[in-house]
């Protein structure tokens, strides 16, 4: 998200009407505190037999998600991708939560099986948002320091109560700042399998700190990206 919004926008003049959130039934039964998918392996039953107590313990990981959408300003629309041992019930589950979170809509979409036909009603439900006003703004003011903004993702979007910089990533926000770079957005390089930077740390974690080991930079590109 740091990337789209404060890279592609900032440099090219796009503005954002629309973020469009994917949602699964099974990755949101994993946040829920599913066991754990091996690639592979047959799936556990908790994913293939309806199990409306555990989907709606990781149901607040989209929540979270959709909230950190809205904070820039711009409409959601949730994809629920559904799949063949997904119930009525759990898809409508994923639905309603989606909608009252704050979504403009959230459409069930099931082009995995269909093809394009599967996915007409997500993009009907993708270019009404679209003409629907917004209100976009940047998550940061990239004049901020390299630290401030770093601290803002971490703890306006992951969740986390502070942020731990190894002497080499001190070494470097030292050297950017000083060779002119502090103003730069920045893109955050982290574990997709989580809020935090811990793949284990499922749902929505909270009492964490963000450790940053590194901060590298696309001058080019016009960002730096911590890991």
Request: proline letters at 5%; aromatic letters at 8%; hydrophobic letters at 45%.
């Amino acid at each position: 998200m740091e990337k789209f919004f404060g890279i592609k926008c900032r440099y090219s003049g796009l503005i954002p009407q629309v973020v469009v959130l994917v949602a699964t039934v099974r990755a949101l039964k994993m946040h829920g505190g599913g066991p754990k998918v091996v690639a592979g392996k047959p799936l556990a039953p908790e994913y293939t037999d309806e199990n409306l107590a555990l989907l709606q313990a990781g149901l607040g990981n989209m929540i979270k998600h959709i909230q950190n959408a809205l904070k820039y300003g711009v409409n959601v629309v949730v994809a629920v991708n559904s799949f063949k041992d997904d119930t009525p019930a759990e898809v409508e589950l994923v639905r309603k939560a989606a909608i009252e979170a704050g979504a403009m809509d959230a459409v069930v979409s099931r082009h995995w099986m269909e093809g394009g036909k599967g996915a007409v009603d997500l993009a009907k439900a993708v270019v009404e948002a679209c003409e629907k006003p917004s209100n976009f703004k940047q998550l940061y003011d990239v004049n901020l320091s390299i630290k401030e903004k770093i601290e803002i993702i971490c703890k306006e979007i992951y969740g986390a109560d502070g942020v731990d910089y190894s002497p080499e990533a001190e070494a470097k926000i030292e050297l950017y700042t000083k060779l002119g770079f502090a103003n730069l957005p920045l893109c955050m390089a982290k574990t997709h399998l989580s809020l935090s930077h811990d793949a284990a740390l499922k749902g929505v974690p909270t009492g964490f700190r963000v450790p940053i080991r590194d901060i590298r930079a696309s001058v080019g590109s016009g960002f730096l990206y911590p890991l």
